[in-house]
């Protein structure tokens, strides 16, 4: 299937980038415990008012990749790239499990999460 480039499928790329350096900082604080972000949602709204299924996702990521399936959240899927294209976005997530989840009320909350075994 030869997909021609459409910019809105990129919709969500520049609010990350503009919270990158946020959220870089949150996933290395979270050493101590989950961490938090508060977004506004007239942000997600004017980028793409109608998003089907809403903004909300959850994620886990490990070595660049998402561990669950996000397909169906565009908003998780531009995150993970823009993560992803980060040298220390790269760099975290190759050396631990996250998991991202954005709520209803836009409340983007970043977790360390725990080996199952450590070699």
């Not at 903004?55 to 397909?71: D, E, H, P, W």
């Amino acid at each position: 299937m030869n997909q021609l480039y459409n910019p809105t499928t990129e919709v969500y790329v520049s609010l990350w980038n503009k919270y990158r350096p946020a959220i870089l900082k949150l996933m290395m604080d979270c050493e101590t415990g989950p961490q938090q972000y508060q977004f506004f949602p007239h942000e997600f709204k004017a980028l793409n008012a109608r998003e089907k299924g809403g903004y909300t996702f959850t994620m886990q990521v490990s070595g660049g990749k998402a561990l669950n399936n996000i397909r169906d959240s565009k908003v998780a899927q531009q995150l993970l790239s823009v993560l992803a294209q980060s040298k220390k976005g790269a760099e975290l997530m190759s050396s631990a499990r996250y998991e991202f989840i954005l709520n209803k009320e836009y409340v983007l909350t970043i977790s360390k999460l725990v080996e199952e075994s450590a070699n």
